[in-house]
């Protein structure tokens, strides 16, 4: 398992890295994409107490030791796949045995979330109740348990 985490960038923005690299880190680790994953933490970069998101970004790579000897090339691959987003990039690796490492896959789902398995709750789900006149966004004042107390 590869595990990739952002400190510095939005969110959103590391999600998108994620779609443009995972299938380039994958490839250069010679894994399964499901073996990459992006992590990127509610945190922001500080130095003297100034904000430094986007600015400088720090990378960290947990990866298997038996990786560690495309080091070079991964750093490359991260400071050129982030592009623009960030001004300075720091790029940091840790290695872990895969003795160390332990992992539960349950068979009843699939691996990962993607935009192909996910189901679509919006339906019958919410009743027709809404008077004319009346917005959909009213305090619901009624009790939200109804229905699940005798389940």
Not at 63 to 90: F, N, W
Request: net charge negative.
């Amino acid at each position: 398992m590869i595990t990739i985490t952002i400190y510095g960038l939005d969110q959103f923005v590391v999600g998108q890295i994620s779609r443009d690299l995972t299938p380039l880190v994958a490839k250069l680790y010679e894994v399964s994409e499901e073996d990459v994953i992006f992590i990127a933490p509610e945190a922001m970069v500080f130095h003297k107490g100034t904000e430094q998101t986007s600015w400088n970004i720090l990378i960290k790579i947990n990866a298997p030791k038996k990786v560690s000897v495309l080091q070079d090339q991964m750093a490359q691959l991260m400071m050129h796949g982030i592009g623009e987003v960030a001004i300075h990039v720091t790029v940091q690796f840790e290695y872990y045995s895969q003795d160390d490492r332990y992992q539960k896959i349950n068979d009843n789902y699939p691996r990962f979330l993607s935009e192909e398995n996910l189901v679509d709750v919006e339906g019958d789900e919410y009743p027709e109740d809404i008077e004319e006149g009346e917005e959909e966004d009213q305090i619901f004042t009624g009790d939200i348990f109804e229905g699940l107390n005798n389940k």
